[in-house]
């Protein structure tokens, strides 16, 4: 069912799951009006959705290591966007994303330019070359072109530190998701995000977590978009939301400056439980300076360049063009969410704080406010708070607070659309967390099994071997993320971030220039790889410690001063070393000619 | 010249071109988000906003495929495209 055919039926067959999983949506709406319970129908959508990607995880497994590695290499242009759009978003992005820019504004928008211009960097520099190359993982690239172990062991190091930093904010959101649609505690919903992600992987590797994000990818997009237009059609917004909020864009400036950001003491703050904040920035008015904006920009941006997880999805299309292609319709698919993202966070905060809307709620009294049912449901989920801190009997913009995740998950409530759409937006989450959850644990799982085992340890292994090796590993890593996870240490969106500085402090440079610069050998790369790394984990023990930084560079941005070492490191030590041998400078010529044969064969 | 470095040398020129648009809208603009923002940009969002929520976003999906054609043409000019389609 799988093979050949499927490729060619790949429209009609995700078209169909597409009218299925609408019909469900339509079905658990009809169940609702006739009295399903709201917890009845959060249990269904996280349930009914885990269960297809279970199937299609199951009907994708292969015993082929290029299968295993690289989906065959046959994955279309369309189809490999769709599923890195999933890889890429993750539960951060879905949940998170809007608060972040509802709170923040415009100093967090440069996440936004960073997280999509990055791409412009894989299309044009990277993508193309490492497709050409033909290898299993971007370790692979490294120890191929620079050659011996060392160089490839240390691309496996920087791998596993960015994406295990990021994998576990991953599992932690699928727990989090899955405690609150199913009921159960979170150190238990942490296993069982788990064992739905390693479902989708296991069997299949990458041919399994392609097809599974293809189907996430479709259920995340409707999850944010439906409820995006719905609301803003109910507000009377506009039906198109992203060309038609300029209105309500200036309408919350008016009211900012109408009432004010009034600084709390610290004292009343005190009050406020952990997590949550106030709106204390200004929407759309520009309230970061330059640097501070381009420095995170530049930052996510090579980040998002050095990511493995992201680059190997380039490695499954069936052809160099198509790789670049591909990397215009990823941008694309997460084009459709990212520029819904202000759209919601302006819906929210207007509908919230307009006293002329009926689900305003600045103006009114405390005791109205406290009588509302969706601020005590949200109350009680602690992501919602307000106190008389002045003592007038009436809330002010500085005595409400509310949580991040809340601008997705509470708004449909807010603005009164009916249930179902909640279940939806657990769904869209829990696919969003579980797709980049795979990609990152195969990506680590696949440096180990064929850069760690089968090349530097066991080089004569079969490939029946290798592929229980990965597979153990895939396991082990997973349980090693949903173990700290359980832990709670860290907040989701602050180790996203750190795994973009990580990645481009060790493997930006020695990726780019491995291409673009001849010249390079290997012991630059190693001098770029491990100074890059070490600088950059050093920086920010520094900073976390109480270090004051330099040059504006903070915990956000490390990966500016880790790749600024690796680069020089690289290109000093590459240039007081002999350069590379005739072989390897005909390699990289072959690299930059898309026809003909990829370096590294078929299996390898 | 052989036919290969002068296919380098067009792809290096193309590259410096997509890393120059791309320069423009993620750090170059950014500049002067302040003085940019007084201007009323597309459907009447302020210019750096919509820039931060749309523009440059939306640019780069274009750069992209703008650049993949580009880089298809001189494949082609130098008889270096694959066979087969995507």
């Known amino acids: 069912m799988i093979k050949g055919n499927f490729i060619d039926n790949l429209p009609k067959v995700y078209g169909i799951y597409t009218g299925g999983f609408l019909a469900f949506i339509i079905i658990m709406a009809i169940a609702e009006q006739m009295g399903m319970s709201a917890k009845a129908i959060g249990i269904c959508f996280v349930a009914f959705t885990v269960a297809i990607y279970a199937i299609i995880g199951y009907l994708s497994r292969t015993a082929q290591a290029d299968a295993y590695y690289v989906a065959g290499r046959q994955v279309p242009t369309v189809f490999n966007g769709m599923a890195t759009a999933a890889d890429w978003m993750s539960g951060a992005s879905f949940v998170a994303m809007a608060g972040g820019i509802y709170f923040k504004g415009y100093g967090y928008m440069a996440l936004l330019v960073g997280w999509t211009g990055g791409y412009v960097l894989v299309a044009s520099l990277l ?5 050409k190359f033909g290898c ?12 011996g172990n060392l160089a490839r062991l240390l691309a496996v190091i920087v791998l596993t530190v960015a994406s295990f930093t990021y994998v576990t904010a991953q599992i932690n959101a699928t727990g989090t998701i899955a405690s609150v649609a199913l009921d159960i505690p979170f150190q238990y919903a942490v296993y069982v995000g788990l064992i739905s992600i390693l479902l989708c992987s296991m069997l299949g590797g990458m041919r399994g977590v392609t ?47 109408q009432f004010g950001f009034v600084k709390n003491s610290a004292e009343n703050l005190k009050e406020v439980p952990k997590g949550l904040a106030g709106i204390t920035k200004a929407h759309s008015a520009v309230n970061a300076t330059p640097w501070a904006f381009i420095s995170l920009a530049l930052a996510m941006m090579m980040g998002t360049a050095s990511l493995p997880h992201v680059m190997m999805r380039y490695f499954t299309t069936p052809s160099v063009k198509a790789a670049r292609k591909s990397v215009g319709w990823s941008l694309f698919f997460i084009f459709l969410l990212y520029s819904s993202a202000p759209m919601l966070a302006t819906l929210s905060k207007l509908s919230l704080i307009d006293p002329s809307l009926p689900t305003g709620i600045i103006g009114k009294s405390i005791a109205e406010v406290q009588a509302i049912d969706w601020y005590q449901n949200w109350n009680q989920a602690n992501l919602m708070f307000v106190s008389d801190f002045n003592g007038n009997g009436t809330l002010e913009l500085n005595e409400f607070f509310m949580g991040g995740k809340a601008v997705v998950l509470a708004t449909p409530e807010i603005a009164g659309l009916p249930y179902v759409i909640s279940g939806l937006v657990a769904a869209g989450g829990m696919a969003a967390a579980m797709s980049t959850a795979d990609g990152l644990i195969l990506a680590i799982a696949n440096a180990l099994s064929h850069d760690l085992y089968y090349k530097i340890i066991d080089p004569k292994a079969e490939t029946a071997k290798r592929l229980v090796v990965a597979r153990v590993l895939l396991v082990v890593i997973g349980f090693a993320g949903a173990t700290i996870a359980a832990m709670e240490i860290q907040g989701i969106l602050g180790s996203v971030i750190w795994a973009f500085d ?27 790889m491990a100074l890059g790394l070490i600088s950059g984990a050093g920086y920010l023990i520094w900073v976390r410690n109480g270090g004051s930084g330099f040059l504006g560079i903070t915990q956000l941005t490390f990966g500016i001063f880790g790749s600024a070492v690796s680069l020089v490191a690289m290109v000093v030590v590459s240039l007081i070393t002999a350069e590379p041998n005739a072989a390897t ?13 990829s370096i590294l064969g078929k299996q390898h | 010249m052989s036919k ?29 988000g302040a003085e940019m923002n007084e201007v009323t940009g597309p459907f009447g969002y302020p210019l750096t906003y919509w820039f931060t929520c749309q523009g440059s976003l939306g640019i780069f999906v274009i750069l992209i495929f703008w650049f993949a054609n580009r880089q298809e043409k001189i494949d082609e000019e130098f008889g270096f495209s694959e066979r087969g389609d995507d």
Not at chain 1, 503 to 524: Q, Y
């Open chain 1, 211 to 257: 097809w599974t994000q293809v189907a996430q990818y479709i259920v995340l997009i409707i999850a944010y978009l439906l409820p995006v237009f719905w609301i803003s059609n109910k507000m009377g917004a506009g039906f198109f939301p992203h060309f038609m909020l300029a209105d309500e864009v200036s309408r919350i400036a008016e009211l900012e400056a």
């Open chain 1, 502 to 528: 990580f990645a481009m402090s060790g493997l930006f440079f020695p990726l780019v220039l491995g291409v673009w610069w001849k010249r390079a050998n290997r012991e630059g790369a190693i001098a770029g």
């Open chain 1, 127 to 131: 993508a193309p070359y490492l497709r």
């Open chain 1, 585 to 597: 400078q005909k390699m990289v010529d072959e690299v930059r000619v898309p026809s003909g044969k």
């Open chain 2, 4 to 32: 290969q470095a002068q296919h380098w040398e067009k792809t290096r020129g193309l590259l410096m071109v997509t890393l120059a648009i791309w320069f423009v809208f993620s750090i170059g603009i950014f500049l002067f």
């Open chain 1, 136 to 147: 299993y993982t971007v370790p692979d690239f490294i120890g191929t072109r620079y050659g």
